[in-house]
């Protein structure tokens, strides 16, 4: 019932890749693109833990609740 190690490298690859792109938009002298997006990076992530949760609470649920 362990998580998916897929998902941690999802999201270690979205961090990755917006860390590369924040830093590169910053030295182009581009700090509100750079800003924003660090911002969408965040939001992606965000939900895709909000999804990950959803689905633990739903099994939590069916445990307690004995249904399937």
Do not use: C, P
């Not at 270690?12 to 792109?21: K, M, Q, R, Y």
């Not at 910053?26 to 990950?52: C, P, R």
Request: aromatic fraction near 14%; charged fraction near 15%; avoid cysteine.
């Amino acid at each position: 019932m362990g998580i998916d190690v897929d998902i941690i490298f999802k999201i270690a690859g979205v961090g990755i890749i917006v860390a590369f792109l924040h830093t590169v938009l910053d030295q182009m002298g581009k700090k509100e693109y750079a800003q924003w997006v660090t911002l969408l990076g965040f939001i992606y992530i965000l939900f895709m833990v909000a999804s990950i949760v959803s689905d633990l609470f739903q099994k939590i649920k069916s445990v307690f609740l004995f249904q399937s």
